[in-house]
């Protein structure tokens, strides 16, 4: 420890390449979209199921409030009667 207390110049210098080195190994986020694709969230993940709840209802309707309601059954699925 002592060590690198009195030679902290040298961790300074490790880290630079390590920095330089990151940025000059990244890929180009453009590239990558324009190969690829866009990245999109799965429709069964629940922020998509939400998102487009609320398309259906709620922003679109006069006289709305938005609510968020989470349902939590552990490890089980929903009951039908949750579900409604």
């Not at 961790?11 to 990244?26: D, E, F, K, Q």
């Not at 969230?41 to 259906?56: E, F, L």
């Amino acid at each position: 420890m002592r060590w690198m207390n009195k030679h902290y110049i040298w961790n300074v210098i490790g880290w630079l390449a390590i920095v330089i080195l990151a940025v000059v190994t990244i890929p180009s986020m453009s590239k990558l979209v324009a190969e690829k694709g866009q990245i999109t969230v799965p429709s069964s993940y629940q922020s998509t199921r939400a998102t487009n709840m609320q398309k259906q209802w709620g922003r679109s309707q006069r006289g709305t409030t938005a609510v968020v309601v989470v349902f939590n059954n552990g490890n089980s699925a929903l009951t039908s009667a949750q579900n409604t």
